[in-house]
């Protein structure tokens, strides 16, 4: 009798450690699903760093582009300003000219300047 009631306590503690096993392999059922799910939405690392140096390598030529065209545009602002200036002092010669010898002066000057020798 001690025999059969220790084989029911045996069976007993195999079922119920049946049953704790089938829950907690019901638990896992689905985590390889959702870790599959997971690692699809993910980017291994040498992915992002190489997406990170790209990344890099495109902003550094794009601000060398623009440094390049910004110098190249204050060379010309210098140069415009700098033939502007030129055109401000001939003008104001021929208005001083203008001014000190009238007309008269302006008109021998421009038949100097056309025909020096004479």
Known sequence: MAREASEVAVEKARA????????RLEALNGEAGRIREVL?????????EAYQAAQ?????????????????????VRALSDRLNQWQGSLNVWRFL??????????????WIIHPSG
């Open 16 to 23: 119920i450690q049946f049953n704790e096993y089938e829950r």
């Open 40 to 48: 699809a939405q993910t980017v291994p690392r040498e992915v992002f």
């Open 56 to 76: 890099e390598t495109t902003l550094k030529v794009a601000s060398d582009v623009a440094n390049e065209r910004r110098e190249r545009q204050d060379h010309e």
């Open 98 to 111: 203008a001014g000190g010898g009238g007309i008269l002066g302006l008109v021998s000057i421009a038949l």
